[in-house]
């Protein structure tokens, strides 16, 4: 039904930034969440930031205060700012959306309903 293409994935110098970018086509449905989860190789995939329908959002510790989660008001693009980029942050994204509002679920991190392919990010040191 829902399809999410990601872009804007790429190789980065630490401390720079790169902004992702989600597509949201096909079935139109209600969407009251969307996010971006993130999996770097032997490590347990991770919700990096989400956005609900009431404008609330979550972050992850590990990227509070660099990264930047928004989208337009009808769900069809959501983006990602990420800012003094360091090597840990370094996986492949993956953008999410869900027809619950993430804070009305029992676990606000997902997983979500539906997900996009991935785009990798590489932060050299």
């Known amino acids: 039904q829902v399809q999410l293409v990601e872009s804007g994935g790429g190789l980065v110098q630490a401390g720079g930034s790169l902004t992702l970018s989600c597509a949201r086509s096909g079935s139109i449905v209600s969407i009251n969440t969307m996010g971006w989860y993130r999996q770097a190789p032997g490590e347990q995939r991770e919700l990096v930031a989400a956005?609900?329908?009431?404008?609330?959002?979550y972050y992850a510790d590990s990227v509070k205060g660099r990264f930047t989660i928004s989208r337009d008001n009808a769900w069809n693009m959501l983006y990602l700012q990420m800012n003094g980029l360091k090597s840990e942050d370094t996986a492949v994204y993956y953008c999410a959306a869900d027809r619950q509002n993430a804070f009305s679920m029992k676990d606000p991190r997902g997983p979500y309903e539906y997900w996009g392919q991935g785009t990798q990010v590489t932060v050299s040191s």
């Open positions: 956005i609900v329908s009431g404008g609330s959002t």
